[in-house]
């Protein structure tokens, strides 16, 4: 049974801040998701990760994939307020089922 | 855009009425998803379905029951509604290797 755990749970950072959120999945994943989530509306697609070393880029947020560690990472550079949100990461199981972290709340200040 | 309607999109229930939930999608997909989401617990499995008449148990399944007599609606009903299932639902459907895409979502509140 794939279980899936971020950290940290809140993050509140300063604009122009580089920081990192950090996902570990327990057992094999065919891939690795990332979702974003802004308060009172659905989860939106951030990143599809499909094999071990796959690295994606959109904007300020680099997402990566260690299969070998079980481990993703969502790397946030030079923030800024518009980036405030929940941020998920999920991964999946047979049946194309999706396992989710429990989130990260990020709070960019100025 | 995936296409993917739900409603309501909020509702107001008392405990122990039934209730339902509809998932509607525009796009043929064959895998279609139910989620609650609550504070800390991020989005969990209730069900989901693999086909017409296909459908399997998620992880929180206790309470729910869902149908699938059409490729585009996905119905999920709480039998006899309880407190402990007031909560945000989600209906996905998955289009891979993109992954799920997701409903707006209803709000449901059992008072």
């Known amino acids: 049974e794939l279980k899936v755990e971020q950290n940290p749970l809140f993050l509140s950072m300063q604009e122009g801040k580089n920081y990192t959120i950090y996902c570990n999945y327990s057992?094999?994943?065919?891939?690795l998701y990332w979702y974003r989530q802004d308060p009172g509306k659905s989860l939106e697609s951030l990143f599809v990760?499909?094999?071990?070393?796959a690295v994606k880029q959109e904007g300020r947020l680099m997402a990566s994939l260690d299969t070998k560690a079980r481990l993703s990472t969502l790397h946030i550079t030079a923030a800024v307020h518009d980036l405030s949100a929940t941020y998920f990461c999920?991964?999946?199981?047979?049946?194309?089922?999706?396992?989710f972290g429990a989130g990260t709340i990020l709070r960019v200040k100025s | 855009d995936a296409g993917i309607t739900q409603s309501p999109r909020h509702k107001v229930t008392e405990t122990g009425t039934p209730v339902t939930l509809r998932c509607h999608q525009t796009e043929n997909h064959r895998y279609m998803y139910w989620y609650r989401q609550d504070p800390g617990h991020g989005l969990r499995l209730i069900h989901y379905s693999y086909g017409v008449k296909d459908t399997d148990k998620g992880e929180v399944s206790d309470g729910y029951s869902v149908s699938r007599s059409k490729t585009e609606d996905f119905l999920l009903t709480l039998e006899s509604a309880t407190s402990s299932q007031t909560s945000v639902y989600f209906c996905a459907i998955s289009e891979e290797p993109r992954g799920a895409f997701f409903g707006q979502g209803t709000r449901l509140t059992v008072v």
């Open positions: 990760l499909l094999s071990n070393g």
């Open positions: 999920a991964g999946s199981e047979y049946g194309n089922k999706l396992v």
């Open positions: 057992t094999t994943s065919d891939r």
